[in-house]
Nanobody, 128 residues
Framework: QVQLVESGGGLVQAGGSMRLSCAASGRTISTYAMGWFRQAPGKEREFVAAISWSGGVTYYADSVKGRFTISRDNAKNTVYLQMNSLKPEDTAVYYC?????????????????????WGQGTQVTVSS
């Protein structure tokens, strides 16, 4: 079992920055792909970014490309999402997730159903 806990959310003005963290416990995530998703009120959960186990492969949704950066520190069993130039439309609950199928691979997945473990989410609110 893997427990994922997100932190770092809050309120920020448009144009600002925020860094989310996702700390894992119970089992190492260092050899698995990880992803970030978000869900705004009344909308479906959407893919934001993913990273391979080594950090060598990353992939982003078009809506965040160039503004967000996903990274990981395997020694700390933690994944990060650096968000810059935030927009009001980035307002959502952000979730991190672990894809246990992608063990020591270079494959990252954008589909939420492929991820096995999820955190409880952290709210990000961007004011205009």
């Amino acid at each position: 079992q893997v427990q994922l806990v997100e932190s770092g959310g809050g309120l920020v003005q448009a144009g600002g920055s925020m860094r989310l963290s996702c700390a894992a416990s119970g089992r190492t995530i260092s050899t698995y792909a990880m992803g970030w998703f978000r869900q705004a009120p009344g909308k479906e959960r959407e893919f934001v970014a993913a990273i391979s186990w080594s950090g060598g492969v990353t992939y982003y949704a078009d809506s965040v490309k160039g503004r967000f950066t996903i990274s990981r520190d395997n020694a700390k069993n933690t994944v990060y999402l650096q968000m810059n130039s935030l927009k009001p439309e980035d307002t959502a609950v952000y979730y991190c997730a672990a894809d246990m199928r992608q063990h020591l691979t270079v494959v990252v997945t954008t589909e939420f159903w492929a991820y096995d473990y999820w955190g409880q989410g952290t709210q990000v609110t961007v004011s205009s």
